[in-house]
């Protein structure tokens, strides 16, 4: 298992030639692959670099010489003295009649980006090989299921181009096979367990079907809300605040409001994957509970609102007195296993610097 | 975790105990499916049938409380197999001799009727385990919220020094921890045994070091933990700061928690919301949240992470450190002039020898797995690969003891509690979160099929729900993920408040509370 991604050159030196220019390999890599790290940019619609290729879109052919008909890059493995191209004429134009084909049976093509991590690719695609052309009157496939009241993903089929990413990412990256193909060839359409609601089946609203999906058919429902406010979106790297794991998310804010999440592929703890939590447990920070201002216990024995400065010296002198009164061993400390670093660091240097003890703990007892 | 998150796809053998992991990791639980799908044999310890314990080759509902029974007998058959490394025993651990020759006398047979699972399958477990290469061990609070908590991990250290199964690729001992950054709360020395980095307060050495660091006189001694504190309300400890802990509702007994927090003269609290604690409260600060801070937390598995701030805090919302700090200052204490998170994360680098090679702008994109030792250190990403911290892993010779309560004529149930997916400890963020409703309406108490019929409990009906220390009301849903005898719910919902009658016991070492196992008894509304 330990091969030679790093050293080429040195190991095996398994090369091909690459629109006339040599390129080395390792064993076992397939023509998409050894493309990619060349900088070529091949097109591709069915393929999510976390799954098995799958070779269903035909996006992303290549002429190879000796062999009469382009093959799939993303399913052939790559051989030695291989002679590929990646952009002749006659593939661009296969390329541009097939995004034509897709156009054709989607409803949608514009779709908005809160939709998820992967919307725009069938969009981007249809625009560069300019495939918006309507040569094609194709009949929509597939059938919306508006029905499934679920408040986090929308499963607009209509849009669906049968790629197979999500079935493939919620078998393969998830295993929880909650979503599978009914039907072949056009009639495809993407199902949950039993055609029904996603709640009743084994999904676990990880959201991972909504991000891979490249068209749309599948998108964040709860991010779509914002689908008109306005303003930019921003995105900012993270941290989920829930379990241990630490997945890296992105976080999708328009002005001053976080309208989204999406799983960050790169992030070192999760590569790309997220779960219900992570996903879409995002907004509780603009829930209308929040604090807003201090608050201090007044005379009528009831919390009530005061600013910063009166309510930091009523804290400090309580503390001061307590010290006086019973002893430096009387204070005690409780820090966040969900704040930061810096409010744990805080919260006992507070103790040990103010009162010279240990009297700190943190949550993780209970 | 002793390994990396990626390790989780590489084990031959997993040995996942006392974790709902696909519920409470979703994450890493992909990761382990993964493992599985390309051949890894798994064995689940645990006694609900989660969904876990459904995916594994060979599950084990062992009776709440009863593990070390379970570990001590696995640990038989590995020995009686000569499934034992001896190399990795004679050159990199110490008490070997004594441990092999106390677990003699516990056979599969004597843990069957401790763990109420069949002899046979303990004997499989302890051969699958043994025969693994590598075998890797997961664990969460099933394993260490009880009174044998400690008892219960170092088991575990056993069973994984006896086979060699540490610092290995794939290999290892590995604690899933359940909140964002509760390893980060230790790194920092929140803990009342600890300073920032591990550095022990009992050593004068360090006592020394951070009485010069803070310019104040530090006791060369632990501190007291929360539990104790808790204890002591009143009449020992007057005044309490608390940050952003819901302590009403996650701890046990909240009824004693209630009265204790009442009885102090002085409690400030640091918050996102009016948590149940909070509203006791003499002063309550607004802090920022998630989303508005920036900061840094470690996960799991030592890593060290920026949060980033996306948008402004809502109302008059300041960092926790702001807060603290602000305090800190008006009552005199040095130290306390910082103008950025940035300049707190980077003093108490300088303080910790495990974060001694990062700073702030090092971590920017999280490569790093503490402990990071010197600037230009790659991290960690496997502990124990050469040695163990204090030169040899110890083999403890332990015995199994019965949890604190067992159950009895008046209460003849095990309860046992946890997390749900959807759910986050006590929902203050969760339960605030649009469309999770959807899925979580409502707590259940989760009954047996022939333990519903016994008690005349119908499936969406009331129950009662008592122990020695009080009683509850909560819906039934009755299933077979639990197993015959042992009731389940977890402590997510403030109407359902289950730590009003858990609490019957804590680990005399670490004084973990004994969540995981209470009697009950369950009667029809
Ligand atoms: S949300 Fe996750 S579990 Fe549900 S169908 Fe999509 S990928 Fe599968
Ligand atoms: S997304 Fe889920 S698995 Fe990942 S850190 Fe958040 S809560 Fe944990
Ligand atoms: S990307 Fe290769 S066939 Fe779809």
Known sequence: MLTTVNNVDTERSLKMTLDGEEVSFSDGETIYEVATRARREIPTLCYDDRLEAFGACRLCVVEVEGIRNPVASCTTKANDGMVVKTRTEAIEKHRKTLLELVASENRNLDVNPLSGYASQELTKLVDIYGARTGRFQGKKSGTTNTNDKNPFILRDYDNCISCYRCVRVCAEQEGDYAINVMNRGFHTQIIAEFNNDLRDSQCTFCGQCVQTCPTGALGDKKALRDAETEGEIKKTRSICPYCGVGCSVDLLSKGDKIVGVLPAMDGPANEGALCVK????????????????????????????????????????????AKKRYGRHSIYGVASGRAPHEAAYSMQKFIRASFGTNYIDNCSRA | MSNPLRDMEKPDVIFAIGTNMTECHPVAATRLKKALTSGATMVVADPRKTRLAKMAHLHLPIRVGSDVALLLAMAHVIQREGMIDDSFIAHRTTGGPEFLEHIKQFTPEWASEICEVPAEDIEQAGLIYGRGNPSAIYYTLGITEHICGVDNVQSLCNLALMTGNLGVEGGGINPMRGQNNIQGAGDCGAVPANFPGFQPCGDPEFAKKFSEAYQTEIDAEKGITKVTALNTCGNGIHAMLIDGENTVVSDPDKNHCEHALKSLDHLVVIDIFLTETAELADVVFPATAWGETDGVQTNTERRVQRLRQAVPPVGEAKPDWWIVSEIAKRMGTPGFEYESAKEVFNELCSLSPIYAGLDWDRIENGEYQWPVPEEGHPGTPRLHEKEFKNGRGVFKVIGYRDPAEVISEDFPLWLTTGRRLQAYHTRTQTGRSAGIEYLLPNETLEVHPDDAATLGLAHGGLAKLSSARGTIEIPVKVTDMSPKGTVFTSFSFANVPVNVLTGSGYDPVTETAELKVCPVKVEPV
């Open chain 1, 278 to 321: 992570g996903q879409f447990a995002f907004d509780f920070i603009q829930n209308a509970d929040r604090l807003k201002k201090p608050l201090v216990r007044r005379d009528d024995g009831e919390l009530h609102e005061a600013d910063w400065d009166e309510a930091l010296e009523i804290a400090a002198q309580g503390f001061l007195r």
